[in-house]
């Protein structure tokens, strides 16, 4: 896997989760500010870090202090010209390394979005150990959330389900939730797994 010397893996090296959104949408291809911003609104923020503008354009410019992208001016007859921004060699690197790091445990939903989203820079191999990563991670997971079950339940004496009116029924409530997203992530990574060995590269993002 390509990486940059001396990284550890997982970690993001003082980019954040806003910044590796901003660098998976600008591998696909050169984007405004305002374009970017877009992709933080509505169901796309579901995917991608929910920010204001303010932000992004703050993010933009720590990306621009390190060399991950640069920008263009286009002369606009409005007020303030257009910055088309355009990832660079070094910042596609270091996005890349991002995504074909380990995951981590308990590493966040939002964290696994953007790697998805950026998957397409890895080779079908690399993609393919990384799900197999994120399986393996998120068995342990569920593991974890099933002995601290088993600690609630001895620690006070009670069987689950609890009795809805139970202080402990919200927990077991979140327990069972966070059970079955692991789940929902295991049977994903395995279809995405099929996709990487039966599909072809696209040149249309």
Known sequence: MSGTKGAKPGRRQGISILGYSLLSL?????????????????ARS??????????????????????????????????????????TASGRARLRAWVASSPDLFMSRRELNIRAHALWLLRPSEAI?????????????????????????????????????????????????????RKMIINWCKWMKRQKKGTKKTAKY
């Open 26 to 42: 600008l591998a696909r291809k050169d984007r405004t500010g305002y374009e970017l911003s877009r992709f933080t609104k509505g």
């Open 46 to 87: 579901m995917i991608f870090s929910s920010s204001g503008h303010s932000n992004i354009y703050k993010e933009l410019a720590k990306l621009k202090t390190n060399k991950y992208v640069i920008f263009r001016v286009v002369k606009e007859t409005r007020p303030f010209d257009k910055k088309i921004y355009k990832l």
């Open 129 to 181: 150990s990384l799900l197999d990563q994120q399986i393996s991670v998120a068995e342990q997971e569920i593991k974890h959330l099933a002995e601290h079950c088993d600690y609630l339940q001895k620690r006070n004496d009670i069987k689950f389900p609890p009795s809805p009116q139970h202080p402990l029924f919200g927990t077991y409530s979140n327990i069972l939730l966070e059970t079955e997203s």
